[in-house]
């Protein structure tokens, strides 16, 4: 079934309904929006012969155009190349090539870095951008089209993995895992009723962009702060306007908001859910975070190749804290989502019993079709027929999935496993300390030894003394830091995942000066 089916669906639901918003105004209603989309099919086919299953890319920041043009490509049966807004033209490029994109839309911050690297590319037929008289121009050919009939399996977002090792691969999702994500967003992450609105200050390249999915499909407006990106003053305005208000937010964007002066004071009735995911919160910024703005938290542990569908954490979870094992399920990322199953396997993926950790495999119909032109990473990945995440993981008796690192973050010392994540839970129960990441570093006895890099609080003393007492009584001498280096941030990703490739390189550099 073709996504644009589900926005067609809400228009018979509530065509008047607000679909798109930007700042404190609505820009389009379920209708206009839909009638937008349906132009944009019938211009994209009758100025550039596109033809199903072409890929169009879009470099585009945040902006209110991002949902037609979303829409009217699937509407059109094209499928969409969301490519992340702050990445280098030379990483457009390789995608832009890679994938054979027919066009690229762009905001116009964008429109001449992309249009530096597109001339060379066979494929590329042009670059559009959004708002400009070409832009217009494809709405107004007169005709109204049907949806495309996209098939369950059909491309409908290629999404290229954040690549922070060798070049990123594009994870082929279908209308059908578009479906699925959706499916399972309303059965374990959060009920939407048409009256809600999801913000989108994280990537709507990434999982704010996915989210819309769900959105649409429920009526909701989607709201575009006009700053593009995530600003924590701005989020607390735009609560003021708009009503049972959902985010998406990376970890670290829960922390700024939480850390935010005005957030205590706030009202924060119109702020219905923050999902996050994408990278580890740990437990003592829960905490934090569910004593500043109430029990508003869900948790989704995905991947690009199982778009925000492995495991869930709901918000009546988090609220119940007279569960005895409250702390161990708020440190968890949750069950299984309900369209998925999910196991932790070791050697030969042999599954684990409960406690034991290994690899994180997965299977559903959330999980992709394959890498788009390798069929060899597409064969390794989804060998058996289950998902390999990378990921390393231990479920619990009732079936709490509990993540350590990825598997190659893990630190082999004196013949010893340590987990990163369990050091740095524990660094972060220091009331000095803001943030850390704890990393191996080659040593000639132990093979590995740990390090941590961290930021304090501002005005907190580094105290690297305390932060070993804290140690010591929390965990295994073994896993302890032997150092520890203070920074003033951590190097993060730009979707907030903090770089630990980035901590090794400066630890190398640090070392050899
Ligand atoms: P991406 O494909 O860029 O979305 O990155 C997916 C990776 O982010 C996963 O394989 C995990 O390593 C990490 N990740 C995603 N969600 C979570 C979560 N809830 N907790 C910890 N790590 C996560």
């Known amino acids: 079934m073709n996504m644009a089916e589900l926005l067609r669906r809400s228009v018979g639901a509530g065509a008047k309904r607000p679909a798109v918003a930007y700042g404190n105004q609505v820009l389009q209603d379920y209708q206009s929006l839909a009638a937008r989309a349906s132009a944009l099919a019938a211009g994209l086919r009758q100025r550039f012969a596109l033809e199903p299953g072409d890929r169009v890319a879009l470099a585009m ?58 001339a060379g590319l066979p494929e590329m037929l042009e670059v559009i951008e959004a708002g ?74 990434h999982g704010s962009g996915l989210y819309l999915v769900p959105h649409v499909a429920a009526g909701a407006c989607n709201l575009v702060p006009e700053s593009g990106g995530f600003d924590a003053e701005e989020v607390l305005d735009l609560l003021q306007h708009h009503h049972g208000v959902t985010a998406f937010f990376a970890p670290t964007m829960i922390r700024r908001l939480v850390e935010h002066p005005a957030t205590a004071a706030a009202d924060l009735s119109n702020l219905k859910t923050i999902v996050y995911g994408g990278a580890p919160m740990y437990v003592a910024d829960v905490e934090r975070a569910l004593g500043v703005l109430g029990n508003r938290l869900a948790q989704i542990y995905g991947q690009g190749e199982s778009p925000m569908c492995i495991t869930a954490l709901p918000k009546h979870l988090y ?67 289950w998902l390999h995440t990378g990921d390393l993981g231990a479920l619990d008796e009732d079936g709490f999935l509990t993540l350590m690192d990825r ?91 903090i770089l630990k490739t980035e901590l ?8 050899a000066s």
Not at 159 to 165: A, Q, V
Not at 339 to 367: C, H, K, T, W
Not at 456 to 478: K, N, S, T, V, Y
Not at 504 to 511: A, G, I, P
């Open 61 to 118: 920041k945040n902006c209110p155009e991002y949902l037609e043009v979303l829409y009217g490509l699937w509407w059109g049966g094209f499928a969409a190349v969301p490519m992340n807004a702050k990445l280098h033209p030379r990483e457009f490029a390789y995608m832009l090539e890679h994938c054979g994109a027919r066009l690229c839309f762009t905001t116009s911050d964008l429109s001449a870095a992309v249009g530096g690297v597109t």
């Open 504 to 511: 090794r390189k400066l630890m190398e550099s640090q070392t």
């Open 407 to 497: 598997s190659k973050d893990v630190i082999i010392s004196g013949g010893s496993n340590i987990y990163p994540r369990e050091v740095e839970e524990v660094l972060l129960r220091h009331p000095g300390v803001a943030e850390c990441s704890v990393i191996g570093a080659p040593d000639a006895d132990w093979g590995e030894i740990t390090v941590a890099f961290v930021v304090m609080r501002g005005g907190a003393e580094p105290d690297p003394q305390a932060l070993d007492r804290l140690c010591l009584e929390e965990i295994a001498r073994f896993k302890r830091p032997k150092h520890y280096r203070f920074i003033d941030a951590l190097p993060k990703s730009n979707y907030g995942k």
């Open 319 to 385: 609220a119940d804290r007279t569960h005895p094992r409250w702390r161990e399920r708020i440190a968890s990322a949750g069950q299984a989502q309900l369209l998925m199953e999910v196991a932790v396997v070791g050697e030969g993926d042999r599954p684990l019993p409960p406690g034991e950790s290994g690899e994180v495999i997965v299977r559903g119909p959330a999980v992709m079709q394959g890498y788009w032109a390798d069929a060899e990473a597409t064969a390794a990945t989804l060998a058996g027929g």
């Open 132 to 205: 400009s008289s070409d832009y217009e121009a494809l709405f107004s050919t007169g005709e109204t089209t049907q949806p495309h009939p996209s098939g369950r399996d059909d491309l409908a977002w290629l999404f290229y993995t954040s690549g922070t090792t060798g070049r990123p691969k594009g994870a082929m999702l279908s209308h059908g895992n578009l479906l699925a994500m959706t499916a399972c967003y309303l059965a374990d992450v959060d009920a939407i009723a048409p009256q809600d609105t999801i913000l989108h200050a994280a990537p709507m390249s």
